[in-house]
C-alpha cells in the first residue's frame, strides 16, 4: 500500500525523495507499514533503518504542508459555505442547498484540522527518529532530491479517476440541490461528468506542474532541528 501510495503522489507530481526510496528497499513490507504507523502517531522508531524510514516519511508529509495562502484561501471557503448555512438557518429557510454546503465546510473543517495534526505529527517523528540517527555510528546524511522512479500506468489511471470523481461528483449534487435546480438527472449527470473530466485534465497538467514544482523548491530545504 505505501509503494501504492507513493506512485500515487508521484503521478500528481509529487515525486518520493531519493531518501525515502532506499530507506524503504532495505525493510520488508509489514516493517515498512509499521514505521509509517509510527510516523503518522509521531512516535520514535525502534532501531536505525526503521529511524531512517521514520525520518524519510516524515519529510515527505511536510514536502505536502499547504503554504499559508492556501491556508487563507481555504478559511474564506469555509467562512462563506457556513456562513450560507447560518443564515438560512437564522431565517428558518434551509434547503438541499444550504445543507450541502453546511456539510462541504464542516468536512474541509474536520479535513485542514487533520492535516494540521498530521503535519504536527510528522515534525515529532522527524525530531524523535534524528536523535536515534545522531547517536548511530554511522553519519547520517540524507539526500533530498527527486528520486527517478518508474510509474505505472494504473497509478496514473487512479489519480485521473480520483480527480473525476472528486469533482464531478460534488459539482453535480450542487447542481441538484441548488436553490433554482430544475435540471433533469440526465443533464445532472452529463454536467458532473464534464466537470469532472475539466477539473482531471487541468489537476494532471497544471496542477500536476505547480506540485511538482513547489516540492522541488522544497526538497532540498534543511530539516527543522537542523
Given at each position: 500500500m505505501i509503494r501504492w501510495r507513493m506512485w500515487f503522489g508521484a503521478a500528481n507530481g509529487l515525486k518520493p525523495s531519493v531518501e525515502l526510496v532506499h530507506a524503504m528497499d532495505g525493510l520488508d513490507r509489514r516493517t515498512v507499514r509499521r514505521v509509517t504507523r509510527l510516523t503518522r502517531r509521531g512516535k520514535v522508531a525502534s532501531d536505525t533503518p526503521e529511524a531512517r524510514l521514520a525520518v524519510a516519511l516524515a519529510h515527505q508529509t511536510r514536502q505536502r504542508e499547504p503554504t499559508a495562502s492556501a491556508y487563507g484561501t481555504i478559511a474564506v471557503m469555509i467562512a462563506v459555505f457556513l456562513a450560507i448555512f447560518i443564515v438560512q438557518a437564522v431565517r428558518s429557510e434551509i434547503d438541499s442547498f444550504g445543507i450541502v454546503i453546511g456539510a462541504c465546510g464542516l468536512w474541509i473543517t474536520a479535513f485542514t484540522i487533520q492535516g494540521r495534526i498530521r503535519i504536527h505529527n510528522a515534525m515529532t517523528a522527524e525530531r524523535l527518529n534524528l536523535e536515534v540517527l545522531q547517536r548511530a555510528p554511522e553519519p547520517y546524511s540524507p539526500s533530498w532530491s527527486a528520486a527517478n522512479i518508474d510509474i505505472?500506468?494504473?497509478?496514473?489511471?487512479?489519480?485521473?479517476?480520483?480527480?473525476?470523481?472528486?469533482?464531478?461528483?460534488?459539482?453535480?449534487?450542487?447542481?441538484?440541490?441548488?436553490?433554482?435546480?430544475?435540471?433533469?438527472?440526465?443533464?445532472?449527470?452529463?454536467?458532473?461528468?464534464?466537470?469532472?473530466?475539466?477539473?482531471?485534465?487541468?489537476?494532471?497538467?497544471?496542477g500536476r506542474g505547480i506540485t511538482q514544482r513547489r516540492s522541488e523548491r522544497k526538497a532540498e530545504t534543511h530539516l527543522r532541528s537542523n
Open positions: 505505472p500506468p494504473a497509478a496514473f489511471v487512479a489519480v485521473a479517476l480520483y480527480f473525476f470523481f472528486a469533482f464531478g461528483v460534488p459539482f453535480g449534487l450542487l447542481q441538484l440541490a441548488g436553490p433554482d435546480a430544475t435540471h433533469s438527472v440526465a443533464t445532472v449527470i452529463a454536467k458532473g461528468a464534464f466537470f469532472g473530466v475539466f477539473m482531471m485534465i487541468f489537476q494532471l497538467t497544471v
